[in-house]
């Protein structure tokens, strides 16, 4: 376990790190960044809080003190009640900005990895390629992993805060597959199944992809800078396309891949044109292996 620990804190951290963002959902909406400073910065505003009229009967009870302060803003916003999608969606959206920046972790450990210990390990593996493929693959997976779980976690604490109907009747991603009523019955594993292409599927393309071009350029700036302006230059061009309203604009933006909006598309076709960076990534890898030896 300790060893476990030692050789993943990385990805446990990057786990949790990626439930706070999207927690930001849930505690934007009950404002409780603005009440927690207020409280901590202005002196009466604790004590104003808790004897107003409408909750110096309801909680005369509880000592006033933050703890309590936090206590009451989420007993609250449960009574008035949340829409799990609203809060699942908005928690998650912001993976549309930094999808290709997590993939960037894979990309820093294999190029650490690359640049000193790799080809010892060649050796021992016989096959260079076969390593590097593996490598790759492994630090991807972990990335995924890691997104795909930390999803399903602040997933599953929405469904306990969430009180109120769903704030939609259907979603896109799988529309043109699944049946219509598959979201409403089903939403839970809806957003599974969503997230495995959104919180998996995509993360793990870019990461390879991001991981491929350390095999191109020795500069890790520059490796930095490939998989940045690829996401982000893409999303620009397919937003100019849908400001001239070209068809299949859609399909060009993987920030709406990330977003699975109310656009009409289909899944299929959709998923394939976004793991455009892994099968980039892929032969990237093969070619570049293709005539080193161990």
Same mark, same amino acid.
């Given at each position: 376990m300790k060893f476990y620990l030692k050789n993943n804190y990385i990805y446990i951290i990057v786990?949790?790190?990626v439930i706070l963002l999207f927690s930001h959902a849930i505690l934007s909406s009950v404002n409780f960044f603005e009440i927690t400073f207020r409280a901590l910065s202005e002196p009466d505003y604790i004590h104003n809080f808790f004897y107003n009229s409408d909750r110096?009967? *309801?909680? &005369?009870?509880?000592?006033?003190?933050?703890?309590?302060?936090?206590?009451?803003?989420? @007993?609250e916003a449960m009574e008035f009640g949340f829409q799990f999608d609203v809060l699942v969606i908005f928690g998650a959206s912001v993976m549309q900005i930094l999808l290709p920046v997590f993939s960037l972790i894979g990309a820093y450990y294999f190029y650490r990895e690359y640049n000193s210990i790799l080809a010892m390990e060649?050796?021992?593996?016989?096959? %260079?390629?076969k390593l590097v493929i593996k490598r790759i693959i492994v630090n991807a997976l972990k990335i995924a992993i890691t997104l795909y779980l930390a999803y399903f976690v602040y997933m599953t604490l929405m469904n306990f805060f969430a009180t109120g109907n769903l704030g939609a009747s259907s979603r896109t991603l799988f529309g043109d597959i699944l049946d219509p009523s598959f979201y409403v019955e089903h939403?839970?594993?809806? /957003?599974?199944?969503?997230?495995? +292409?959104? =919180?998996?599927?995509?993360?793990? $393309?870019?990461?390879?992809? $991001?991981? *491929?071009?350390?095999? +191109? /350029?020795?500069d890790f700036k520059k490796v930095i800078l490939v998989p940045l302006t690829y996401y982000y230059g893409v999303t620009?061009?397919? %937003?100019? =396309? *849908? *400001?001239? @309203? =070209?068809?299949?604009?859609? %399909?060009?933006?993987? &920030?709406?891949?990330? $977003? &699975?909006?109310?656009?009409? /598309?289909?899944?299929?076709?959709?998923?394939?044109?976004? =793991?455009?960076?892994l099968f980039i990534?892929?032969?990237?890898?093969?070619?570049?292996?293709? %005539?080193?030896? &161990?």
């Open positions: 786990g949790i790190l110096s009967f *309801a909680f &005369s009870n509880l000592e006033p003190n933050l703890f309590n302060v936090w206590r009451v803003i989420f @007993k060649a050796i021992r593996e016989r096959t %260079y390629r939403t839970y594993f809806y /957003f599974l199944l969503e997230a495995f +292409v959104t =919180m998996f599927m995509m993360p793990l $393309a870019y990461t390879v992809f $991001a991981q *491929a071009m350390v095999l +191109v /350029f020795e620009m061009i397919g %937003y100019v =396309m *849908a *400001a001239l @309203k =070209m068809p299949f604009h859609v %399909y060009f933006n993987p &920030s709406l891949m990330m $977003a &699975s909006g109310t656009y009409e /598309f289909n899944t299929i076709l959709m998923i394939l044109i976004n =793991m455009l960076p990534g892929i032969f990237i890898m093969i070619d570049r292996t293709r %005539y080193v030896e &161990s």
